[in-house]
Nanobody, 119 residues
Framework: QVQLVESGGGLVQAGDSLRLSCAAAGRTFSTKVVAWFRQAPGKAREFVASIWWSSSNTYYAAAVKGRFTISRDSAKNTVYLQMNSLNPEDTAAYSC????????????WGQGTQVTVSS
């Protein structure tokens, strides 16, 4: 079982930056892929970005490409989401998710952290 703990959310103004963290509490990340998702009020959850653990290959949703950067620090068992040039449309609850070692299904989810961007 992998427990994921997100942090770093908050209230910022349009154009500001935030860095979210997703830590695997109490153990080493044993995963094939880790991703960030977000869900705005009244909307479905959407994919934001992912990073493959072994290769560090990254993928982004079109809405955030060029503004957000996902990265990992294996030594700290942490995945980051650097978010730049934030706009009000980025307001959402952001959650990280991790797959198992041998699959790409996101079996483990964090509790989420709120990001609110004011105009």
């Amino acid at each position: 079982q992998v427990q994921l703990v997100e942090s770093g959310g908050g209230l910022v103004q349009a154009g500001d930056s935030l860095r979210l963290s997703c830590a695997a509490a109490g153990r080493t990340f044993s995963t094939k892929v880790v991703a960030w998702f977000r869900q705005a009020p009244g909307k479905a959850r959407e994919f934001v970005a992912s990073i493959w653990w072994s290769s560090s290959n990254t993928y982004y949703a079109a809405a955030v490409k060029g503004r957000f950067t996902i990265s990992r620090d294996s030594a700290k068992n942490t995945v980051y989401l650097q978010m730049n040039s934030l706009n009000p449309e980025d307001t959402a609850a952001y959650s990280c998710a991790a797959s198992g070692v041998s699959s790409t299904t996101y079996n483990y989810w964090g509790q989420g952290t709120q990001v609110t961007v004011s105009s």
